[in-house]
């Protein structure tokens, strides 16, 4: 009887596997899913580059939501992997899920029509929508109204935030310089783990991005790549 339970538990086990690989992969990456739509200069949500660069450039551009949602800010490194695909353009990203106040950020919102709409009702800084859930973009994080196929949506947490508002008050000094690839979670789809945790595709960019505190690693190796972002605030190149 206990042999038979066992096998009846790992079929279990495969089948959830194929289940979640199966969602996975019908899961839509951005809306449009068209990642050259994105990176045509004509639909850059900030001077420097796509929404998938994930570009902070000041506190009001992150909106405050309290839906469910994945945290994917300190995914990178075992045990919370972020692992490059074939084309390198996708991390699959393993990612903690809560329920509690979030944040969006304005500039990363990985739906064309809902980003116009968060745009045209908070301002492209965000400073219009900084009540919880007054931003458009809080009403799309579940059930795959962000982007078809997704269960849950990246964002940040109370505490990922306040260590952005810490690094943008410090300066770069308190962050880690980095240049290369990481996943730009912010906004990225995302179906549910057997275990509770979120898996999460995330674009990839490739360019300048900045880790805190300091003494992080840029460079994970072994296909790994950080989850992080860029702000030209803390990009010590442009700094007097």
């Excluded at 289940?19 to 949500?45: C, D, K, R, Y």
């Excluded at 699959?92 to 304005?106: D, F, P, Q, W």
């Excluded at 997704?150 to 505490?159: L, P």
């Amino acid at each position: 009887m206990k042999t038979g339970l066992i096998k009846a538990g790992v079929v279990l086990g495969v089948i959830w596997s194929c289940m979640v690989g199966a969602a996975f992969a019908q899961q839509a990456n951005l809306s449009p899913n068209n990642i050259e739509f994105w990176e045509n200069s004509e639909h850059w949500t900030t001077n420097f580059g796509p929404a998938f660069r994930d570009t902070i450039q000041g506190v009001s551009y992150f909106l405050p939501c309290t839906e469910q949602f994945a945290l994917c800010f300190h995914s990178g490194a075992a045990p919370d992997t972020c692992t490059l695909n074939s084309s390198g353009r996708f991390a699959k990203c393993i990612c903690t899920v809560e329920t509690a106040t979030n944040y969006v950020l304005i500039s990363a919102i990985l739906n064309w029509n809902v980003y116009q709409q968060t745009v045209a009702a908070c301002g492209i800084d965000g400073s219009g929508c900084q009540q919880p859930d007054s931003a458009p973009v809080c009403q799309y994080l579940t059930k795959g109204k962000l982007l078809p196929g997704a269960k849950v949506i990246s964002t940040f947490d109370v505490t990922s935030f306040a260590a952005i508002v810490e690094a943008l008050h410090d300066g770069s000094a308190g962050t880690t310089q980095c240049n290369g690839a990481y996943a730009a979670c912010m906004t990225a789809g995302c179906t549910f783990q057997k275990d509770g945790t979120a898996l999460c595709k995330c674009p990839v960019f490739h360019g300048k991005f900045q880790l805190v505190p300091t003494g992080q690693q840029c460079d994970l190796g072994d296909n790994l790549v950080p989850s992080a972002g860029y702000s030209p605030l803390l990009d010590s190149s442009l700094l007097p």
